[in-house]
Nanobody, 126 residues
């Protein structure tokens, strides 16, 4: 069971990137998904989450209005569109899957997720 994140890279402040997270099994299309990030020297933090059917989405206040989480269950893939990037967005971004189809009340807690990808590095230069 694997989650493969991709799409990271180096971008200037104000630019955009789209991250993808592909699942190795079709059953992952039934799971809620989340994105977390960890900057150097900092703890991992919640970024965004989406329910199985995409009907519910949540965002950290720091990215609200700039990032959009979406999913394509036919492709077993979840996306994170990141616009208006800031240097403080620099981090390793990890995708995660929750075996439940819905988002729990603690969707922002890493402990709620059962599967994790290896992460993709996003670097935003000023």
């Amino acid at each position: 069971v694997q989650l493969q994140a991709s799409g990271g890279g180096l971008v200037q402040a104000g630019g955009s990137l789209r991250l993808s997270c592909a699942a190795s099994r079709s059953t992952f299309s039934n799971y809620a998904k989340g994105w977390f990030r960890q900057a150097p020297g900092k703890e991992r933090e919640f970024v965004a989450a989406i329910s199985r059917n995409g009907g519910s989405t949540y965002y950290a206040d720091s990215v609200k209005g700039r990032f959009t989480i979406s999913r394509d269950n036919a492709k077993n893939t979840v996306y994170l569109q990141m616009n208006s990037l800031k240097p403080e967005d620099t981090a390793i971004y990890h995708c995660a899957a929750d075996r439940r189809s819905y988002l729990s009340g603690s969707y922002y807690e890493a402990s709620e997720y059962d599967y994790w990808g290896q992460g993709t590095l996003v670097t935003v230069s000023s």
